[in-house]
């Protein structure tokens, strides 16, 4: 069974960082691609990261393109998100996901429960 | 705003067909997908490229695509398919984008 947990979010002030982890289990974590979504509280959802099977490519949003780096360890099945510079609008549920590709899409075939970020003073 | 755009809401009856659009000019070029999110839990993928539906979802989710609009169609919807429903495509090379997302209310 495939299972992704997140931990690592809680509350930060305004320019501060936090580490997001996500353990993963239930499948050959070294063969696919993982992925950060975020959602806004009441929002929809949006994608904000992407890293390889093998973490040799990644990609971002434009929204957190040199605050936010991406990064896994495939010898523990795991996958990060150092997350700096926080604003505000990046007060948000963040979602760890197993990531598929096809054609040059990424998409998302199994979300974690998620870990919610907050930032405020 | 959005490059993927799609109703905030659609409401259905128990029974009846639930058609949810997506459109955008990459979705002529480019598969969509669709992930339904219930109150409180992570997101499910329910379609893949386009069409394609995920072992263990429902056949009454199906997909489809004509240009640059995709329609996810839930035929005799159920109170459980009460839901949000996102669409998903790439937005420029390497990135990947999602609609606003559309709430299905079951009336």
């Known amino acids: 069974e495939v299972q992704l947990l997140e931990s690592g979010g809680g509350l930060v002030q305004p320019g501060g960082s936090l580490r997001l982890s996500c353990a993963a289990s239930g499948f050959s974590f070294s063969s696919y691609a993982m992925s950060w979504v975020r959602q806004a509280p009441g929002k929809g959802l949006e994608w904000v990261s992407t890293i390889s099977d093998n973490g040799g490519s990644t990609y971002y949003a434009d929204s957190v393109k040199g605050r936010f780096t991406i990064s896994r360890d495939n010898s523990k099945n795991t996958l990060s998100l150092l997350v700096s510079s926080l604003r505000a609008d990046d007060t948000a549920e963040y979602y760890c996901v197993k990531t598929l590709v096809s054609v040059a899409i990424y998409y998302f075939d199994f979300w974690g429960q998620g870990t919610l970020v907050t930032v405020s003073s | 705003s959005y490059e993927l755009t799609q109703p905030p809401s659609v409401s259905v009856s128990p029974g009846q067909t639930a058609r949810i659009t997506c459109s955008g000019d990459v979705l002529a070029k480019q598969y969509a997908y669709w992930y339904q999110q219930k109150p409180g839990q992570a997101p499910v993928l329910v379609i893949y490229k386009d069409s394609e539906r995920p072992s263990g979802i429902p056949e009454r989710f199906s997909g489809s695509s004509s240009g640059t609009e995709v329609t996810l169609t839930i035929s005799g919807v159920q109170a459980e398919d009460e839901a949000d429903y996102y669409c998903?495509?790439?937005?420029?090379?390497?990135?990947?984008?999602f609609g606003g997302g559309t709430k299905l209310t079951v009336l």
């Open positions: 998903q495509s790439a937005d420029s090379s390497d990135t990947w984008v």
